[in-house]
């Protein structure tokens, strides 16, 4: 009898070895390599030692004409635009987020609005008991919605629940790191159950035309756990971000293949659940002051959608020989350039101040349009000059210090003209040279070449922000 094969995986990034150690090489993580069973290897060359031929694939060109996947609208506007218009039917959709970030909460209110639409929803529950789960829909007011409701774990019981005539349309699976499947000789959690339960559901999905939601776990490091395949294996990623300290929620796509990604939807958590923001410009602005020195306007693109938010800034004297800067939503790193290229390129003297930058209302911002808007934040604070609470901003630095044009131009400036924003300071166009105060959607456009442009701006009278040089030191006093 042969001896059963065995393997060391690693529990957090999936990598294999053949013999166990304290470190992973992969991913460095210490302790999380586990043995487990292998699958015995197949006749060589993958089974065609056998003799047996394959079927014969038909090929097609890139021409014709293919119809748009059917969807499911669910009436929830902002997960519906993440979506890209609706769940398509057979598709697999991937949710993370952090712990009580409000994954369970939306999805059950998604499957309770579709079923209230007369479309089949089955919401299956791995972590919480029936009681659990009812006990939500009443706070949330759900309870009338005709959602068939059961708790499982086993991928086979569930697989053959769902292949049923009468098996619902659109399925929810809370979680996929509590889904197990008995050909799998691993607990529940590890990274081959996730990659065979997964498997198993988006098999199903494409096979029975379901639409199966899937809630995943999130690492300390924000990334959904188990196998990076995971993400690869399904049709739609989105992660659920937000602060604990704020009431709003932001829904992000990070794949999706039958719309755009990089979108989001705004939600604002309440004792009734998730609501809609229709608009989140306005909500992100509503706590604005206005004559505050270092508050700037930011004007972004998020996926399809314009949105406006404050950056906040403060530079204060550091009591400490390091100086500390400390960010939050926005990249640190990318704030360490600007302040590299604010004392290079412009003269200015920040480096015994410390640095604290903050994007009001719990939104994370990654493009890199919010340079232009971060350095004057900076240089408003370092001055003590406001920004004009009237102004937007945008546009991306340069390690030379010259500001360059950023995508999306008309759409900021209509989106900051629909809120009473009347200037902006944007980049100069690819056109030519910067025009005086031309006018964009009813906004008064200055435009600049240089980030020396923004210091002089912000340049008080009294008190230059720029480091002396050392021909304008004092003479040392000579005894």
């Keep these: 009898m042969a001896r059963p094969l065995k393997r060391f995986v690693c529990q957090s990034c999936g990598a294999v070895t053949s ?24 006749p060589a060359g993958g089974g065609l030692a ?95 919605a005709p959602v068939q409701l059961t708790t499982a774990t086993s991928v086979r ?15 929810v699976i809370d979680s996929i790191q509590t889904m197990w499947l008995d050909t799998v000789e691993s607990t529940p959690g590890t990274v081959t159950q996730v990659r065979a339960s997964a498997q198993a559901l988006v ?10 939601l899937l809630v995943g776990h999130v690492t300390k490091d924000g990334a959904i756990a188990g196998p990076r395949v995971l993400e690869h294996m399904v049709d739609t990623v989105l992660y659920f971000e937000g602060e604990r300290g704020h009431q709003f929620r932001i829904l992000r796509t990070v794949k999706n293949r039958f719309g755009p990604t990089d979108e989001i939807g705004v939600f604002e958590m309440s004792d009734r659940g998730l609501a809609d923001v229709a608009n989140p410009s306005a909500l992100f602005l509503a ?42 939503g926005w990249d640190s790193n990318r704030l360490a350039m600007v302040l590299a290229v604010l004392e290079a390129r412009c003269g200015v003297s920040i480096g015994a101040n410390d640095v604290y930058l903050n994007v009001a209302g719990g939104l994370r911002i990654g493009e890199p349009a919010a340079d232009l808007a971060v350095a004057a934040a900076v240089v408003s604070s370092l001055a003590n000059e406001s920004v004009p609470p009237d102004m937007v901003v945008f546009g991306e630095i340069g390690l030379g210090g010259e500001v360059r044009p950023v995508g999306q131009r008309e759409a900021r400036l209509r989106e900051a003209a629909k809120l009473g924003f009347r200037t902006a300071l944007v980049p100069q166009s690819r056109t030519g040279a910067a025009i ?44």
């Design 19 to 42: 013999k166990w150690s304290g470190r992973c090489e992969s991913c460095g993580e210490w302790n999380t390599i586990a043995e487990e069973a292998a699958a015995a290897p197949g």
């Design 50 to 144: 056998r003799g047996g031929k394959g079927r014969l694939l038909d090929f097609a060109g890139l021409t014709g004409k293919t119809p748009q996947p059917p969807r499911y609208k669910s009436g929830i506007a902002e997960f519906d635009r993440v979506c890209g218009g609706g769940l398509v039917v057979g598709s697999a959709l991937l949710i993370g987020g952090d712990p009580g970030i409000g994954k369970s909460t939306l999805l059950l209110q998604v499957a309770a609005a579709l079923a209230r639409q007369n479309t089949a929803c089955a919401y299956i529950s791995g972590e919480e008991a029936l009681d659990q789960v009812r006990l939500r829909a009443d706070r949330l007011g759900l309870h009338g």
């Design 157 to 171: 019981d569930i697989v053959a629940t769902l292949e049923r005539p009468d098996a619902p349309k659109v399925a």
């Design 203 to 212: 098999e199903l999905a494409k096979r029975r035309g379901i639409a199966v």
């Design 287 to 328: 706590e604005r002051r206005g004559q505050v020195s270092g508050a700037c306007v930011f004007a972004g693109i998020e996926g399809t959608r314009p949105v406006l938010v404050e950056i906040q800034a403060l530079v204060a004297p550091s009591s400490f020989a390091t100086p500390r800067h400390a960010v939050v």
């Design 436 to 479: 005086p105060s031309p006018r964009s959607e009813g906004i008064a456009v200055d435009e600049i070449g240089h980030l020396a442009d923004l210091v002089q701006r912000f340049q008080p009278a009294d008190r230059p922000l720029k480091r002396p040089r050392r021909d304008d030191a004092p003479e040392r006093r000579r005894d």
